[in-house]
């Protein structure tokens, strides 16, 4: 029993530390693959400042989807978004008739607080999300076909986003490996030079290519006849080689003569053997 003095003073739990999550110089937490943050463009934990611009991503049909972003990471990893963005900043500046009209704005609110400077897209939703979530940091989450890869490249290209292209660039390398064709006909479908001929080059390496991929519909049919003119031209200069080293090997050859007692005729070996071979 308690006296009537005293009263029990309720037990204190200590409170567990939690350890603050693991960031990135950007602010964003470090992605893990399979976390189901790595396809959020920004995380509520990240503490990001409020989104300045609407990416509008506008379709071939009309439609449109937007997604919020922020102009210092869009500037920070394109100077063509830059100076499209200065150029919209710009616009939305108030003439002096508008400060005359309202010499004392009021404060704006929570809701007002939307950005209104939008920025569109002529690529599809898909493309702008991948990419700025590659802008935040999100080099876990990239595709991994030919098809989206080629889009993105493309895209990164044409913003000037070098960074972008050489994350996205060793996976691309991983999978054109894997099938040069495909490679070849979605990097000449997006006018991506440099890529196609590295994919016919490793096209060589395969047997044939006389197969149907549905990438081949846009294809270009000169594109594909100048992918099996090079397959030829190198087919016929590797025969030319084969056929002047097989001209260049006598019809006998004399071995080392530490090794002559091993073979008969004084350590003569006939060579016709290893020409029929090549």
């Excluded at 919209?88 to 704005?105: N, S």
Aim: glycine residues 6%.
């Amino acid at each position: 029993s308690t006296s009537l003095g005293r009263s029990k003073r309720p037990r204190q739990h200590k409170s567990k530390k939690v350890a603050p999550p693991e960031t990135t110089i950007l602010g964003l937490p470090k992605l893990r693959p399979g976390s189901p943050t790595s396809c959020a463009l920004f995380p509520p934990q990240a503490g990001f400042p409020a989104a300045d611009v609407l990416c509008r991503a506008i379709s071939p049909m009309g439609s449109h989807h937007v997604l919020p972003a922020h102009q210092a990471v869009l500037c920070a990893h394109s100077p063509v978004l830059r100076d499209r963005l200065s150029v919209l900043r710009g616009a939305l500046k108030p003439t002096p008739e508008d400060v005359v009209k309202t010499p004392h704005p009021e404060p704006a609110t929570s809701e007002d607080r939307q950005p209104n400077v939008v920025l569109d897209f002529d690529d599809g939703i898909d493309v702008v999300s991948a990419l700025l979530r590659v802008c935040y940091g999100g080099h876990v989450g990239l595709p991994s076909g030919l098809g989206m890869l080629g889009r993105l490249l493309s895209a990164a290209r044409k913003y000037d986003m070098s960074q972008i292209g050489h994350a996205i660039l060793p996976v691309w390398d991983t999978a054109a490996k894997k099938d040069p064709l495909e490679a070849y006909c979605v990097a000449t479908n997006h006018r991506l030079t440099d890529l196609a001929r590295a994919a016919a080059k490793i096209s060589v390496r395969q047997p044939t290519v006389d197969v149907y991929l549905t990438v081949m519909e846009q294809t270009p049919a000169l594109a594909y006849h100048r992918l099996l003119a090079y397959r030829d031209t190198c087919f016929v200069a590797m025969q030319e080689r084969v056929m002047d080293a097989e001209t260049k090997i006598p019809e006998t050859t004399q071995i080392c003569i530490a090794c002559a007692n091993k073979y008969p005729q004084g350590g003569i070996v006939n060579t016709s053997s290893m020409k029929s071979a090549l």
